[in-house]
């Protein structure tokens, strides 16, 4: 069973700072390119960052420089590192997990991140 689970979600007060943990089971961890998503109420989903398994990452321009994305190959394990938090961070994160070599995707459920005061 291919299983992503998520935790780390909850309320956070705008400036504060958050860490997603996505753990993947069922697949070979090194051989996917892990990612965060994200999905605002009447808004499309959209990527948040990427990490391959050699570490080369990528963000959105609205999170570059306040979120981190990691993983560590031991633990089967992504991290999303989010500081300086804005209410526009509100949404659903869901983990992603795409195969480097063919079209392959799993998702995650999805965590709750709700930025307000």
């Known amino acids: 069973q291919v299983q992503l689970a998520e935790s780390g979600g909850g309320l956070v007060q705008p400036g504060g700072s958050q860490r997603l943990s996505c753990a993947a089971s069922?697949?070979?961890?090194?051989?996917?390119?892990m990612g965060w998503y994200r999905q605002a109420p009447g808004k499309q989903r959209e990527m948040v960052a990427t990490?391959?398994?050699?570490?080369?990452?990528n963000y959105n321009d609205s999170v570059k420089g306040r979120f981190t994305i990691s993983r560590d190959n031991g633990k089967n394990t992504v991290y999303l590192q989010m500081n300086s938090l804005k209410p526009e961070d509100t949404a659903v994160y869901y983990c992603?997990?795409?195969?480097?070599?063919?079209?392959?995707?799993?998702w995650g459920q999805g965590t709750q991140v709700t930025v307000s005061s």
């Open positions: 992603n997990a795409h195969s480097v070599w063919g079209t392959l995707d799993y």
């Open positions: 990490i391959t398994n050699g570490g080369s990452t």
């Open positions: 069922g697949i070979i961890f090194s051989a996917y390119k």
